[in-house]
């Protein structure tokens, strides 16, 4: 793909899956040949919120896996498409997910494609590192997905430091879900009123764009559609450019300071056990 776009939250519930379908639905709209690549691979929700769970049988395996072509324009790939049912548990170490998304980002042939849109997994861990490993991560463009809530701030602040850390091309964020839109009159009510920081305040922070802010009460069979909240947002992450920064060296200079001291307190604990007369 020309273009690859990650969307990114450390918190599960902000509606990043639904921000991912409704970009690649934008896109493709557009005229653009567009994929959307579900690597949330142990809660995966793309093929319920595009409402293509009674189409596993379409994706064919040719030597390689071949997405299916959810409308024109529009190719859509998920581990959801391999499981038996809706309710299927994946249970994996963490190692694991990170194979698994490796493999199977290796493993999908979607062609000639304009742009790319990757749901990510809600982490910072080995999945999200394995992302960035199998695709030219100065090509990637992330676009972060944040509700205004305290809780949703302070994970999506540790994401944009891992990425930023890492020198990755940021296109901006949203904030999800922060007010309420009255389906009969249109008036707007603030969700969370006692937030510590907005989201445009996080934009500011870590001088990042501030992409816009879309309210509740937006959906149309599970994904944003002709609404002109979203469409102002997707036409930025379109023809915004992305705001680079350079890699931080010594970024991990405090994990080795809390792996000492774990090292440090577990053969204390083992000394003092071996030997109780020096214990307190």
């Not at 999200?128 to 490993?133: A, G, P, T």
């Not at 009159?185 to 009123?193: E, Q």
């Not at 997707?234 to 350079?246: H, P, Y």
């Amino acid at each position: 793909a020309k273009r690859r776009i990650l969307v990114v939250s450390l918190k599960g519930g902000c509606g990043k899956s639904t921000i991912s379908a409704s970009l690649a639905s934008y896109f493709a709209a557009k005229g653009l040949m567009t994929g959307l690549f579900d690597l949330d691979v142990t809660n995966p929700s793309i093929g319920k919120i595009m409402q293509l769970q009674n189409r596993r049988e379409d994706i064919r395996i040719d030597r390689m896996i071949i997405p299916i072509l959810a409308k024109p324009n529009l190719k859509v790939i998920s581990v959801d498409f391999f499981l038996p049912g809706s309710d299927q548990p994946i249970t994996l170490k963490g190692e694991m997910r990170a194979k698994v998304i490796q493999q199977f980002v290796r493993s999908v042939d979607f062609g000639d494609l304009d742009v790319v849109v990757i749901d990510s997994p809600p982490t910072t861990s080995e999945e999200l590192l394995s992302i960035m490993e199998n695709y030219d991560k100065e090509k990637i463009e992330a676009v972060f997905v944040s509700q205004p809530s305290d809780v949703s701030v302070n994970g999506v602040i540790k994401s944009i430091r891992m990425l930023k850390e890492r020198g990755m091309p940021i296109k901006g964020i949203i904030s999800n879900m922060d007010k309420h839109k009255c389906s009969n009159c249109g008036h707007m009510d603030p969700i969370f009123v006692n937030a510590e920081m907005t989201v445009e305040d996080v934009a500011k922070q870590y001088r990042i764009p501030f992409l816009g802010s879309l309210p509740t009460g937006l959906l149309r069979t599970g994904y944003l559609l002709t609404d002109p909240y979203f469409n102002a947002i997707a036409e930025k992450v379109l023809t915004g450019k992305s705001v680079k920064f350079k890699p931080e060296k010594g970024h991990h200079s405090w994990l080795s300071k809390f792996l000492f001291a774990f090292r440090t307190s577990r053969n204390l604990d083992k000394i003092l056990k071996d030997n109780p007369e020096l214990g307190w």
